[in-house]
């Protein structure tokens, strides 16, 4: 049994590449840092909203749904 050789472990390539996670929002034509599920804080909002879609893009109804987001937001507002 002391006779079996366990293989050696060879080192691994040491490169220069770095993988990166997200360099920007999920949303489309924003390259703020995310900070919540992809999202930069404003796009987070509005995805929580139901205004934009988890992967960043635009629903079918976008305008709708914005518009009826900011009378909403106006309404705390005033």
Do not use: W
Request: charged share 35%.
């Amino acid at each position: 049994m002391s006779d079996v050789k366990k293989p050696e472990k060879k080192p691994q390539d040491q490169s220069n590449v770095v993988q990166l996670g997200l360099t920007g929002c999920k949303s489309e034509a924003c390259k703020k840092k995310p900070e919540k599920f992809g999202f930069c804080m404003e796009h987070y909002e509005l995805y929580m909203a139901g205004v934009i879609r988890g992967d960043g893009k635009k629903p079918i109804d976008f305008e709708q749904k914005l518009s009826h987001y900011q009378q909403k937001v106006l309404k705390k507002v005033a």
